[in-house]
């Protein structure tokens, strides 16, 4: 079984991953209330504790090279205990993808069309990333590199224009605050960024690496990442200060309030714009894993015929996930925190430590399935 | 599914044109023709030509004597227009009927007699023996002589093509204010000699066919052997050579046969008129299809950076070229979404203006009896409207149209209070930026049009979401198996997408396209004087 035939390059992979950090920007209004000022410092804690768990990942992709998550899970935990854990991931997978596009649903709806019926934004938005999914793993990453480019470019310029209106007592006091708070920020961080890197678990075999290089290309697209999104929330509390935790979409507030001379002001036009394309790269990203994922699981040979089903489960998953914004952002609170390390440390830790118990990878394995593939 | 719909479309067309097809076409004995040998007996064969050809006025068809004391009966077959008639005087007629000394000869010494004429009487670079009547018949009529003579069972077929031709001129599409002024002409062999001349290399391909049962036109696949890869050069053949259709007419009807993928928008095939441009495209790895009638060379693969390249890119400093080249990045971006922007801004965002702008377009817009999209769309088609017909109208009168066009309808328009000023210098803008890039202005005027109607539905979300889609299409598309954009999303040979590097750094031919000869120069040092007399290892 072979259904991601063509094959991407690692910087596509390593843009791929930055640009599915960097699209986490909007998420920042679920733990900024919590830190206020201390934010980007969380955000340092995340990526510091995120690193054992990507060692985890990074192992079991060097340990079965050639395999996805729901192959490795058949490998580890044989067919039915595979497909039990896989069966979790799906779901996962499947969450993930409705909460991103119900984010988009949602800042869409309340930044460039406030009268329109968020269901039309989903349901066209869907059919987009429909299309994109259809043409497979190239043309869903193609765009990364030019995506972030885009997006650095203009969190620059945003730098450059909005200095006059920084503050450096924004960041004052620092680390005042409870311990629990920063522990707090910092699951919230690890987990929804970061840990969500898991799903890449899924397109590591279809990158054409040699072994050594993917410590590189990975740890190099999630420090990157991990930078970009600190220098998001540095712009947005250097200028918005104590208000930030007021605030449900900060780098939107922050561009409203920059001022390019008199008449130049309203640059949240290009904010929108930019996180239209960023969620995107996210949503389609995470829609192909999805299928990829059930297509292995189901084990059938093409996941197209399931594109419009899936799709249409995952509109209507998006619209009764929550009642409102503010469960939503409860439930990222306090919920997953708790909830998705199962997903992102739990089982891949245990897969991790059964197959080293089982003595796994077997060599001559690996080798009968080289010689399948060849 | 978008398959299943692709599949039904193409299903749904064959059907059709099966259906079209339905009566067997009558079956002529045109095979049969192919394979009538040359009898021998002059007068029969005349007949069987004239029966072929038919009454045609301009086909002529000479017997007279020659040889010793005019013993030798013989006979050219030619068409009237297409022989240089300097060459069929001076080079075949006179040495034939001059010479005295060819004796009559056995059936036996047959061969030996047209050696003679062949090596010792006729003035002739390129003279070939053919022994059926088809073949006679097809090199007669491209422009070739036929020279048959009584007992002789083959015919000599004399290069004598000479026909009236347009000289190498300056191309109307592609002109520069700095670089090789010459275009292409029609004629095949002018093509292909304008190729050959720039490039003096031993490896230089050009493999010749012909396409079009009815038209047999002449095509030439022309390459750098090594430099091309070999599997694009096959599969340009072979889509060559499937092509099944009675007539070439232009290098666009080979483009439309042989496209990866004929319902996109965007054009997977590539052509210039200017002999510069095809040699660097083949020094590139592309291969080149010159066909005869067309002074339109077509170049495959074609990457979408391709449209945004010029030759004078090259021809000018790096600094002013990359800017130009951003510039038409730029105008692309304006010409396909300006008026969308526009309408996106003044129906949907009015905030994002600034005040004083705001103000100033609603003053425009007061009176205006129509929606910013009808206006748009009102413009956008008046526009289309004045440019075709620019186009067609012999040339002074093309011009008084503009202006009318132009000076008249906008001036007045605005006046009257039909439409905004502010819509008028958005489309002109829109317009004008077309022209900046000439490759993709029929994509550019559609997607226009598709953008349009979803930011007048949807505004700004509408344009990202068109913006997205034309990006996932582009990604999509592969023009004999290289993908389409390939330098523009950084994966190599990003010395020469968005901006140009200096030539001296562009060491390696495009990695996507190139077949064996990867580098174009061994180092990559700038020129300096130092350099001049030492090697690069001395002088780092």
């Given at each position: 079984?072979?259904?991601?035939?063509?094959?991407?390059?690692?910087?596509?992979?390593?843009?791929?991953?930055?640009?599915?950090?960097?699209?986490?920007?909007?998420?920042?209004?679920?733990?900024?209330?919590?830190?206020?000022?201390d934010?980007?410092?969380?955000?340092i804690?995340?990526?510091?504790?995120?690193?054992?768990?990507?060692?985890?990942?990074?192992?079991?992709?060097?340990?079965?090279?050639?395999?996805n998550?729901?192959?490795?899970?058949?490998?580890?935990?044989?067919?039915?205990?595979?497909?039990?854990?896989?069966?979790?991931?799906?779901?996962?997978?499947?969450?993930?993808?409705?909460?991103?596009?119900?984010?988009?649903?949602?800042?869409?709806?309340?930044?460039?069309?406030?009268?329109?019926?968020?269901?039309?934004?989903?349901?066209?938005?869907?059919?987009l990333?429909?299309?994109?999914?259809?043409?497979?793993?190239?043309?869903?990453t193609?765009?990364?590199?030019?995506?972030?480019?885009?997006?650095?470019?203009?969190?620059?310029?945003?730098?450059?224009?909005?200095?006059?209106?920084?503050?450096?007592?924004?960041?004052?006091?620092?680390?005042?605050?409870?311990?629990?708070?920063?522990?707090?920020?910092?699951?919230?961080?690890?987990?929804?960024?970061?840990?969500?890197?898991?799903?890449?678990?899924?397109i590591?075999?279809?990158?054409d690496?040699?072994?050594?290089?993917?410590?590189?290309?990975?740890?190099?697209?999630?420090?990157?990442?991990?930078?970009?999104?600190?220098?998001v929330?540095?712009?947005?509390?250097?200028?918005?200060?104590?208000?930030?935790k007021?605030?449900?979409?900060?780098?939107?507030?922050?561009?409203?309030?920059?001022r390019?001379?008199?008449?130049?002001?309203?640059?949240?036009?290009?904010?929108?714009?930019?996180?239209?394309?960023?969620?995107?790269?996210?949503?389609?990203?995470?829609?192909?894993?999805?299928?990829?994922?059930?297509?292995?699981?189901?084990?059938?040979?093409?996941?197209?015929p399931?594109?419009?089903?899936?799709?249409?489960?995952?509109?209507?998953?998006?619209?009764?996930?929550?009642?409102?914004?503010?469960?939503?952002?409860?439930?990222?609170?306090?919920?997953?925190?708790?909830?998705?390390?199962?997903?992102?440390?739990?089982?891949?830790?245990?897969?991790?430590?059964?197959?080293?118990?089982?003595?796994?990878?077997?060599?001559?394995?690996?080798?009968?399935?080289?010689?399948?593939?060849? | 599914?978008?398959?299943?719909?692709?599949?039904k479309?193409?299903?749904?067309?064959?059907?059709?044109?099966?259906?079209?097809?339905?009566?067997?076409?009558?079956?002529?004995d045109?095979?049969?023709?192919?394979?009538?040998?040359?009898?021998?007996?002059?007068?029969?064969?005349?007949?069987?030509?004239?029966?072929?050809?038919?009454?045609?006025?301009?086909?002529?068809?000479?017997?007279?004597?020659?040889?010793?004391?005019?013993?030798?009966?013989?006979?050219?077959?030619?068409?009237?227009?297409?022989?240089?008639?300097?060459?069929?005087?001076?080079?075949?007629?006179?040495?034939?009927?001059?010479?005295?000394?060819?004796?009559?000869?056995?059936?036996?010494?047959?061969?030996?007699?047209?050696?003679?004429?062949r090596?010792?009487?006729?003035?002739?670079?390129?003279?070939?023996?053919?022994?059926?009547?088809?073949?006679?018949?097809?090199?007669?009529?491209?422009?070739?002589?036929?020279?048959?003579?009584?007992?002789?069972?083959?015919?000599?077929?004399?290069?004598?093509?000479?026909?009236?031709?347009?000289?190498?001129?300056?191309?109307?599409?592609?002109?520069?204010?700095?670089?090789?002024?010459?275009?292409?002409?029609?004629?095949?062999?002018?093509?292909?000699?304008?190729?050959?001349?720039?490039?003096?290399?031993?490896?230089?391909?050009?493999d010749?066919?012909?396409?079009?049962?009815?038209?047999?036109?002449?095509?030439?696949?022309?390459?750098?052997?090594?430099?091309?890869?070999?599997?694009?050069?096959?599969?340009?053949?072979?889509?060559?050579?499937?092509?099944?259709?009675?007539?070439?007419?232009?290098?666009?009807?080979?483009?439309?046969?042989?496209?990866?993928?004929?319902?996109?928008?965007?054009?997977?095939?590539?052509?210039?008129?200017?002999?510069?441009?095809?040699?660097?495209?083949?020094?590139?790895?592309?291969?080149?299809?010159?066909?005869?009638?067309?002074?339109?060379?077509?170049?495959?693969?074609?990457?979408?950076?391709?449209?945004?390249?010029?030759?004078?890119?090259?021809?000018?400093?790096?600094?002013?070229?990359?800017?130009?080249?951003?510039?038409?990045?730029?105008a692309?971006?304006?010409?396909?979404?300006?008026?969308?922007?526009?309408i996106?801004?003044?129906?949907y965002?009015?905030?994002?203006?600034?005040?004083?702008?705001?103000?100033?377009?609603?003053?425009?817009?007061?009176?205006?009896?129509?929606?910013?999209?009808?206006?748009?769309?009102?413009?956008?088609?008046?526009?289309?409207?004045?440019?075709?017909?620019?186009?067609?109208?012999?040339?002074?009168?093309?011009?008084?149209i503009?202006?009318?066009?132009?000076?008249?309808?906008?001036?007045?328009?605005?006046?009257?209070?039909?439409?905004g000023?502010?819509?008028?210098?958005?489309i002109a803008?829109?317009?004008?930026?077309?022209?900046?890039?000439?490759?993709?202005?029929?994509?550019?005027?559609?997607?226009?049009?598709?953008?349009?109607?979803?930011?007048?539905?949807?505004?700004?979300?509408?344009?990202?979401?068109?913006?997205?889609?034309?990006?996932?299409?582009?990604?999509?598309l592969?023009?004999?198996?290289?993908?389409?954009?390939?330098?523009?999303?950084?994966?190599?040979?990003?010395?020469?997408?968005?901006?140009?590097?200096?030539?001296?750094?562009?060491?390696?031919?495009?990695?996507?396209?190139?077949?064996?000869?990867?580098?174009r120069?061994?180092?990559?040092?700038?020129?300096?004087?130092?350099?001049?007399?030492?090697?690069?290892?001395?002088?780092?």
């Amino acid at each position: 079984m072979n259904i991601e035939k063509s094959r991407i390059s690692p910087l596509q992979f390593m843009f791929a991953i930055m640009c599915f950090i960097r699209s986490s920007s909007l998420l920042s209004s679920f733990f900024t209330p919590i830190v206020n000022q201390d934010s980007w410092l969380v955000i340092i804690f995340g990526m510091i504790v995120s690193l054992p768990v990507l060692w985890i990942y990074i192992s079991l992709s060097k340990a079965f090279p050639k395999s996805n998550l729901i192959e490795i899970n058949d490998l580890v935990f044989g067919r039915i205990g595979g497909k039990i854990i896989s069966a979790f991931y799906l779901w996962f997978f499947f969450t993930l993808t409705a909460l991103n596009l119900r984010d988009l649903g949602i800042f869409v709806g309340k930044s460039t069309m406030s009268k329109t019926p968020p269901v039309l934004i989903i349901i066209v938005f869907i059919l987009l990333c429909a299309w994109a999914v259809y043409y497979g793993l190239e043309v869903v990453t193609r765009y990364g590199i030019v995506f972030i480019l885009i997006s650095s470019a203009i969190l620059l310029l945003s730098f450059l224009v909005s200095i006059n209106i920084m503050h450096r007592e924004s960041f004052l006091p620092i680390l005042n605050q409870p311990l629990k708070s920063y522990i707090q920020g910092t699951n919230i961080i690890t987990m929804i960024p970061f840990g969500e890197l898991v799903v890449f678990l899924m397109i590591v075999p279809y990158v054409d690496f040699k072994q050594k290089k993917l410590v590189r290309y990975f740890m190099g697209g999630f420090l990157l990442g991990g930078l970009l999104l600190l220098a998001v929330i540095l712009r947005d509390l250097a200028i918005l200060g104590n208000t930030l935790k007021y605030f449900s979409l900060p780098s939107f507030e922050t561009l409203r309030i920059i001022r390019l001379f008199d008449s130049l002001g309203h640059m949240e036009i290009l904010f929108a714009i930019l996180l239209i394309i960023l969620l995107f790269f996210k949503v389609t990203l995470l829609f192909y894993i999805s299928l990829l994922a059930l297509s292995y699981w189901l084990k059938i040979e093409t996941f197209r015929p399931f594109i419009l089903p899936v799709a249409a489960l995952l509109v209507a998953y998006s619209f009764i996930m929550f009642e409102s914004s503010m469960q939503q952002t409860a439930f990222a609170r306090e919920i997953i925190p708790f909830f998705w390390p199962i997903f992102e440390m739990l089982l891949p830790f245990i897969t991790l430590i059964v197959a080293y118990i089982r003595e796994l990878p077997k060599k001559n394995r690996e080798k009968e399935k080289e010689d399948v593939k060849v | 599914m978008f398959k299943y719909i692709n599949k039904k479309l193409r299903y749904g067309f064959f059907r059709l044109t099966e259906q079209n097809n339905h009566p067997p076409k009558p079956e002529d004995d045109s095979k049969k023709t192919q394979e009538t040998l040359i009898s021998g007996n002059l007068t029969a064969d005349l007949e069987y030509i004239r029966k072929l050809l038919g009454t045609s006025s301009d086909i002529k068809m000479h017997e007279f004597r020659y040889g010793e004391d005019f013993q030798l009966k013989g006979a050219l077959v030619f068409v009237d227009g297409l022989v240089s008639n300097e060459i069929l005087t001076e080079s075949i007629m006179k040495p034939l009927i001059m010479n005295r000394n060819l004796s009559p000869f056995q059936t036996s010494s047959m061969q030996k007699t047209l050696d003679t004429v062949r090596q010792t009487i006729l003035c002739s670079g390129d003279i070939t023996e053919k022994y059926t009547i088809g073949e006679l018949v097809e090199s007669c009529l491209s422009g070739d002589t036929v020279f048959l003579s009584e007992g002789f069972d083959k015919a000599l077929i004399i290069s004598s093509k000479g026909w009236e031709k347009r000289s190498i001129t300056e191309p109307q599409t592609e002109s520069v204010v700095r670089g090789p002024r010459e275009g292409f002409t029609e004629n095949f062999r002018t093509n292909t000699a304008l190729i050959r001349r720039r490039i003096k290399s031993a490896n230089l391909r050009l493999d010749h066919m012909s396409i079009g049962e009815k038209t047999d036109t002449n095509v030439c696949v022309a390459y750098i052997d090594g430099v091309a890869d070999p599997n694009i050069v096959d599969t340009v053949k072979a889509r060559l050579k499937s092509i099944n259709t009675d007539a070439i007419m232009d290098s666009g009807y080979i483009e439309q046969y042989i496209e990866d993928h004929p319902f996109s928008l965007f054009p997977t095939v590539g052509y210039s008129e200017k002999p510069d441009v095809i040699t660097a495209r083949m020094l590139e790895g592309r291969v080149a299809i010159i066909s005869d009638g067309s002074p339109f060379v077509t170049t495959a693969p074609m990457l979408l950076l391709e449209s945004f390249q010029t030759s004078e890119d090259y021809y000018i400093r790096p600094y002013f070229a990359s800017l130009l080249r951003i510039f038409r990045y730029l105008a692309f971006i304006i010409t396909v979404s300006a008026p969308a922007f526009f309408i996106a801004l003044t129906t949907y965002h009015q905030e994002l203006i600034p005040t004083t702008l705001l103000l100033t377009i609603i003053s425009a817009r007061e009176g205006t009896p129509f929606p910013a999209t009808l206006e748009a769309i009102i413009l956008i088609l008046s526009f289309e409207i004045l440019r075709e017909a620019g186009v067609r109208l012999p040339r002074p009168l093309g011009q008084a149209i503009s202006i009318v066009g132009a000076l008249v309808m906008g001036e007045a328009a605005v006046t009257a209070g039909l439409v905004g000023a502010p819509m008028v210098i958005t489309i002109a803008i829109t317009a004008v930026a077309e022209f900046a890039v000439p490759d993709q202005s029929e994509a550019a005027s559609i997607l226009r049009i598709i953008f349009l109607v979803l930011a007048s539905v949807l505004g700004a979300y509408g344009i990202a979401l068109g913006f997205l889609g034309v990006l996932i299409h582009l990604a999509s598309l592969k023009s004999f198996g290289v993908p389409y954009c390939t330098n523009l999303t950084f994966n190599h040979n990003m010395q020469d997408s968005y901006i140009r590097m200096p030539l001296w750094f562009m060491s390696k031919r495009p990695k996507a396209i190139v077949g064996q000869d990867k580098t174009r120069n061994k180092t990559n040092t700038p020129p300096s004087p130092l350099s001049k007399n030492s090697s690069p290892e001395e002088n780092p």
